[in-house]
């Protein structure tokens, strides 16, 4: 399935929609595993894997916004703890630079059905931004 996987992701982040200016493209970007921010028992890359494999639905939140609003984009950075089952508890916007709450509130909801694997030794806190833009909206 790994070439499957990479097809997939090479679609993940791409939007179509319309606005004032035609054809908006979004892309949602993510720091590599070394810049995901974890305390606790579980490794980055683990987490990664997870985070990943539920990009489809961040971008889906951030699209639905993004075809009403082509000029939408910035970061927002996340916090969430990873209870001992694998579950995942609490999910915090740290801070925002996206003019939607809508986008943040989106994102949070599915954040908290996301499964981990099972942290040896209590909870795990994750932090990690998700940047949103579009592709080729240069000058």
């Known amino acids: 399935s790994g070439a499957l996987d990479q097809q ?46 539920h990009m489809r639905e961040v971008h889906a939140c951030y699209e639905r916004k993004l075809i009403r609003d082509p000029s939408l984009a910035g970061k927002i950075y996340f916090e969430w703890v990873i209870q001992p089952s694998g579950s995942v508890g609490v999910v915090k916007v740290k801070s925002s630079t996206v003019r939607s709450t809508e986008v943040a509130s989106c994102i949070q909801g599915s ?26 909206s240069g000058p």
Not at 24 to 43: A, C, M, N, S, Y
Not at 118 to 130: E, L, W
Request: proline share 11%; net charge positive.
């Open 8 to 53: 997939t992701a090479a679609q993940v982040g791409k939007v179509l929609g319309t606005g004032p200016s035609g054809q908006v493209r979004g892309l949602v970007t993510r720091p590599p595993p070394r810049e995901i921010q974890v305390q606790g028992e579980l490794d980055r890359g683990e987490i990664a894997k997870v985070i990943n494999a």
């Open 111 to 136: 954040i908290q059905g996301w499964r981990f694997p099972q942290p040896k030794g209590g909870p795990v806190t994750v932090a990690i931004p998700f940047g949103f833009g579009q592709i080729g």
